[in-house]
């Protein structure tokens, strides 16, 4: 059979032309680090490491969310300690008011517990670093509690806010107002006004005011237990995060790591891959030319 110059000059070309693209390709999964470049360089393990990879967006979804939940709850748990250091300081002011008090003395009670009940109300209003109330429920962006003449009306509402922190867990980052401040019908807001309109007015009894104030005592003390134990269940959730942080990382390092044995190069294989394509590029191309050089004439002497 006769192999015409053409044939060869295809075959050569075609040759060549094979070797520059598989060393393009070397080079190129070099310069990007990874093995696949494209779905069809490896299917499965291309599908394998889309699923990783979805997986992982979700576990970094859940991340920000319980970063989310962290910031919400520990502004949550600065503010319930303050509330309850103003309650037990409250306790001890009635605590010093036991007894028989002159008019003097009566005033001088009543403006420390007007002084501590607009602080109250304030705590009660506090906002977080985005400007929403977090004693509001729902509704975040209307200042939960209003002053009255006996005590504070709440104007949000009851719901709780759920952040998905896990596959299969919501936490619950608020605390509504109601539930802090007016539980059981203990409405903490009224008993420092109740005591306040007794301690001011001049026709109270002895026996009226250690009355009023033993109510106060009963009622603010109540209140401190209350908001003892939602800012308990918020210090509960804050840890629930730092274990749910601790997996949700240690998942992110696995995920990490299959998508590495999934789609990262072996730079040392690639490497010496890539030398020995050059080497036979070179001698292809320097046959090649050799090759077409040749004629019959050659030959002839």
């Given amino acids: 059979m006769r192999i015409s110059t053409n044939t060869i000059y295809q075959a050569g070309i075609s040759k060549i032309g094979s070797l520059q693209a598989e060393q393009s390709r070397l080079q ?11 779905p069809s360089d490896d299917p499965l393990a291309a599908s394998r490491a889309l699923e990783v990879s979805h997986a992982q967006s979700v576990n970094a979804m859940y991340a920000s969310n319980r970063s989310i939940a962290n910031t919400n709850l520990t502004g949550l748990d600065i503010s319930l300690g303050s509330i309850t250091e103003l309650l037990q300081t409250t306790q001890v002011t009635l605590v010093g008011a036991a007894g028989t008090l002159s008019t003097e003395q009566k005033n001088t009670v009543a403006i420390q517990l007007t002084a501590q009940l607009e602080t109250l109300i304030g705590l009660a209003n506090t906002q977080d ?3 929403n109330y977090m004693y509001a429920g729902y509704q975040n962006r209307t200042k939960p509690f209003t002053a009255t003449a006996t005590g504070a009306t709440y104007n949000g509402d009851s719901n709780q806010q759920l952040l998905q922190v896990e596959g299969q867990r919501q936490l619950v980052v608020n605390a509504p107002g109601d539930s802090v401040f007016q539980a059981g019908g203990n409405d903490v807001f009224s008993a420092f006004s109740d005591i306040i309109t007794i301690l001011n ?9 250690q009355a009023g104030v033993a109510t106060a005592i009963s009622s603010i003390k109540t209140a401190t237990n209350t908001v003892a134990a939602v800012w308990s269940s918020v210090g509960t959730r804050l840890n629930e995060l730092d274990a749910l942080n601790d997996v949700g990382s240690s998942r992110d390092l696995q995920y990490t790591e299959a998508l590495s044995d999934l789609q990262d190069l072996d730079y040392a294989q690639a490497l010496s891959d890539l030398t020995q394509k050059q080497t036979i590029l070179e001698a292809a ?13 050659d030959f002839i002497r």
């Fill in 28 to 38: 190129q999964q070099i310069s990007s680090g990874k093995r696949i470049l494209t």
């Fill in 285 to 297: 191309q320097k046959s090649f030319v050799t090759i077409t050089g040749l004629s019959l004439f």
């Fill in 201 to 209: 007015n001049p026709a109270s009894t002895p026996a009226a005011v």
């Fill in 129 to 131: 670093s985005a400007g």
